[in-house]
């Protein structure tokens, strides 16, 4: 993690001879006379007890304004974004670059909780406050923040604190953080806490989980964080998967539609519905099953599930057709045995 700050004071001496230091009194008078700015709370005391209320996580931001931690400069291209992603895409968001403008013209009102980073020395990494860091480095300018040493499950909670003080995350963002928390050994109690969520929402996050661990991370990243897709759309489309992987005939469709031009300029929530009434069409037609024309009028339909498929042959306009193919059956299983690199059967 490079040097440890041992104590408060010889923290706050290297923070000055780093950066220097803001007046932090004048940063939190400009702050009470500003706009109300509403932040939520996910943080917890202790990672298995019940987490702190939301008007006492706002009187420990507005402490830590008033002085009793000091408020540094730093460049941002020094600071790194947390170990897990919560935000699939912070500047995609309508509202982000209204966002940028505001802090251009403004400043920034509210400093960011970072800590020294991990593995990167002279590094920071990000707790909450990934929008601004992100608006100082598209203006690059340096960034407001406090510097505290966190560990990862403070750093997680702390982080949900973002989470809250605007728009939540949506459902999928929900459901792919828990995922992500839970495939890098947090609890579900540190999970909860960081989603802001009580310790009896165990069940929630569980859920949670479960949904996001249906579908492959990249294709969630290629939808986006739909945020007006909930639940019940969500576990429909999970319909479609399975273990994390969807079948053949589904991915064919996926690949087709996520690779236009509409889908790359379209908005998440059309992307998620066009991906799912391309995947419920492909389902409803597979009930009719597949036409085949094979000329003269004729037309062999092929109706699959997940145990057989069903060929059927109209006698009438093929006739023959069926028994040559079963007479050439055996043949055929063969050379499909040989294209696979298996054993014929006889």
């Known amino acids: 993690m490079g040097a440890v700050m041992t104590n408060a004071k010889e ?20 702050i ?46 020094l600071v790194v974004p947390s170990f897990v992603r919560d935000r699939l895409d912070i500047e995609g968001e309508p509202q982000f670059q209204a966002f940028v403008e505001g802090i251009r013209e403004n400043g920034q009102r509210l400093p960011i909780l970072v800590r020294p980073s991990p593995d ?5 990494q990000v707790a909450y406050g990934h929008r601004r860091l992100r608006a100082c480095q598209i203006l690059e300018r340096p960034v407001k923040a406090i510097v505290r040493d966190l560990s990862d499950d403070e750093l997680v909670v702390a982080q949900g604190i973002e989470n809250t003080e605007r728009a939540n995350l949506s459902f999928i963002e929900q459901a792919l953080f828990a995922a992500t928390l839970k495939s890098r050994g947090f609890r579900r109690e540190t999970i909860a806490a960081a989603l802001g969520r009580a310790d009896g929402k165990l069940t929630y996050i569980s859920m949670l989980i479960g949904i996001a661990e249906q579908f492959p991370a990249e294709l969630i990243g290629r939808i986006g964080s739909a945020p007006s897709i909930g639940r ?5 489309l999970a319909a479609h998967f399975k273990d ?44 009719r099953g597949e036409e085949i ?54």
């Open 11 to 30: 923290r706050s001496n290297r923070m000055k001879s780093l950066f220097g230091n803001v007046d932090s009194a004048e940063l939190a008078k400009q």
């Open 32 to 77: 009470s006379a500003g706009p109300s700015v509403k932040v939520g709370s996910g943080a917890v005391k202790s990672m298995d007890r019940a987490f702190v209320a939301v008007e006492e996580e706002n009187e420990r931001l507005r402490e830590q304004l008033s002085g009793s931690e000091t408020i540094v400069e730093i460049d941002s291209a």
């Open 120 to 124: 990167r020395q002279g590094f920071f």
């Open 232 to 236: 019940p759309k969500w576990e429909k």
């Open 244 to 287: 994390g992987r969807a079948p053949a005939a589904a991915q064919l469709i996926i690949d087709q539609v996520t690779s236009t031009r509409a889908w790359v300029a379209s908005p998440s929530d059309q992307r998620f519905a066009a991906l799912m009434n391309a995947l419920e069409h492909k389902a409803a037609s597979g009930d």
């Open 293 to 346: 024309e094979v000329g003269g009028g004729a037309v062999i339909t092929a109706k699959s599930s997940r145990s057989s498929t069903l060929i059927t042959i109209p006698e009438s306009k093929m006739p023959g057709l069926s028994a040559w193919l079963i007479e050439k059956l055996p043949a055929l299983v063969d050379e499909y045995r040989q294209q696979n690199g298996e054993t014929p059967m006889r």
